[in-house]
C-alpha cells in the first residue's frame, strides 16, 4: 500500500511552459484534492474531487486544470507556467469529501524561472 | 471561514523536554488533524482527532469540540521531532467541499 504518490519531486520550467503534476491513491479513495504551499500563506487548495468524472475548483484555481478519469489519478495541469506559480503542490486523497482523514502526498517543489 | 490560530509561532527545546502545541478554531469542525511537516517537507499524519483524546507513543492529543481547541503533547523530545507542526480543520456543514483550513503551524526546534 503506497498511499498518495506524486511525481516528479522537483521540477524547473520556463515562463509560458506547461507540464502535469502526477498523482496516484492505491486506497480506494473517493475525494481527491491538490493544494499549493507558499511561505506566510500556509496551505491552500486549488482544485478537488469527489469521485471519477467529478471536478470543482478551490480557493485558487487560475491558471490550473484538473481531470479525473479514475479513482485513482488526479493529475494537475499548468496550462501556461508563470513565476507565481512557483511553489510546492501537494496532493492529498481521503474516504470522501465528509469529515475523514485525509492523507498527503510527498509534494512536489514548482519552480518557474 | 472558519480561523485556525496556533500557538506558540516558535519552540525550542533541549532533548527529553515536554511542550504543549495549541490549536484554536473558530467554528464547529467535523474533522481536526495533526500533522509534522518534516525538514524535507513532507506532511506526516500524526492524529485525526475532531473529539476526544488519543496516544501514540510519545505524542498525544486532545480535542474539546465543545470549546473549540485541540492540545498536542509531546514528551521527552527528540531531534527527530524538529519541524513544524501544523494543525488542520474541516468546517462542519457549509460549502467547504472538503478542505482543510490550516494554522500558520509551531516550527519547533529541538537541540541535543
Known amino acids: 500500500n503506497a498511499g498518495v504518490t506524486q511525481t516528479p519531486k522537483f521540477q524547473v520550467l520556463k515562463t509560458g511552459q506547461s507540464m502535469t503534476l502526477q498523482c496516484a491513491q492505491d486506497?480506494?479513495?473517493?475525494?481527491m484534492s491538490w493544494y499549493r504551499q507558499d511561505p506566510g500563506m500556509g496551505l491552500r487548495l486549488i482544485h478537488y474531487?469527489?469521485?471519477?468524472?467529478?471536478?470543482d475548483q478551490g480557493e485558487v484555481p487560475n491558471g490550473y486544470n484538473v481531470s479525473r478519469s479514475t479513482t485513482e489519478d488526479f493529475p494537475l495541469r499548468l496550462l501556461s507556467a508563470a513565476p507565481s506559480q512557483t511553489s510546492v503542490y501537494f496532493c492529498?486523497?481521503?474516504?470522501?469529501?465528509?469529515?475523514?482523514?485525509?492523507?498527503f502526498g510527498p509534494g512536489t517543489r514548482l519552480t518557474v524561472t | 471561514g472558519i480561523q485556525v490560530e496556533q500557538s506558540p509561532p516558535d519552540l525550542i527545546l533541549q532533548e527529553g523536554a515536554n511542550s504543549t502545541l495549541r490549536c484554536n478554531f473558530s467554528?464547529?469542525?467535523?474533522?481536526l488533524q495533526w500533522f509534522h511537516q518534516n525538514p524535507w517537507g513532507q506532511l506526516i499524519n500524526l492524529f485525526y482527532?475532531?473529539?476526544g483524546t488519543k496516544q501514540n507513543g510519545r505524542l498525544s492529543a486532545t480535542t474539546v469540540a465543545t470549546e473549540r481547541y485541540s492540545l498536542l503533547y509531546i514528551s521527552s523530545s527528540q531531534t527527530t521531532d524538529s519541524g513544524v507542526y501544523f494543525c488542520?480543520?474541516?468546517?462542519?456543514?457549509?460549502?467547504?467541499?472538503?478542505?482543510?483550513?490550516f494554522g500558520q503551524g509551531t516550527i519547533l526546534t529541538v537541540h541535543p
Open positions: 492529498a486523497s481521503s474516504y470522501s469529501v465528509l469529515g475523514h482523514e485525509q492523507y
Open positions: 486506497m480506494n479513495h473517493e475525494y
Open positions: 474531487s469527489v469521485g471519477a468524472g467529478i471536478t
Open positions: 467554528d464547529s469542525v467535523n474533522n
Open positions: 482527532i475532531p473529539s
Open positions: 488542520a480543520v474541516r468546517e462542519a456543514g457549509g460549502t467547504s467541499y472538503g478542505k482543510l483550513t
